[in-house]
């Protein structure tokens, strides 16, 4: 099996900066995209950043030029650096990966337990 573990959320005051880390481990052979998401109290899930196998950046427009993601593929790992953060990205995040591990059947997306971001004002 393959477990996702989220870590660096917490409290901050707006314009501070955080720096999230995943690590994925168990059965895990190569992951190809992972990425970050997030859900504020009352909305959906929505994506805010994704990375391919090649380092290839994307993002929802609202962090873009503030938050930047990326990868250690060796560690299995993915970050993500959020900087002048404001109160609007409160939320839990989460990560996810599409993980190969070897054999098909038990390969897939997988999701982190998330942690939690406040921006305070």
């Known amino acids: 099996q393959v477990q996702l573990v989220e870590s660096g959320g917490g409290l901050v005051q707006a314009g501070g900066s955080l720096r999230l880390s995943c690590v994925a481990s168990?059965?895990?052979?190569?992951?190809?995209?992972m990425s970050w998401h997030r859900q504020a109290p009352g909305k959906q899930r929505e994506l805010v950043a994704g990375?391919?196998?090649?380092?290839?950046?994307s993002y929802v427009e609202s962090v873009k030029g503030r938050f930047t993601m990326s990868r250690d593929n060796a560690k299995n790992m993915a970050y993500l650096q959020m900087n002048s953060l404001k109160p609007e990205d409160t939320a839990v995040y989460y990560c996810?990966?599409?993980?190969?591990?070897?054999?098909?059947?038990?390969?897939?997306?997988?999701w982190g337990q998330g942690t939690q971001v406040t921006v305070s004002s």
């Open positions: 168990g059965s895990v052979f190569s992951i190809n995209a």
């Open positions: 990375i391919n196998v090649d380092g290839s950046t």
């Open positions: 996810n990966a599409d993980v190969y591990t070897g054999k098909w059947y038990q390969s897939g997306d997988f």
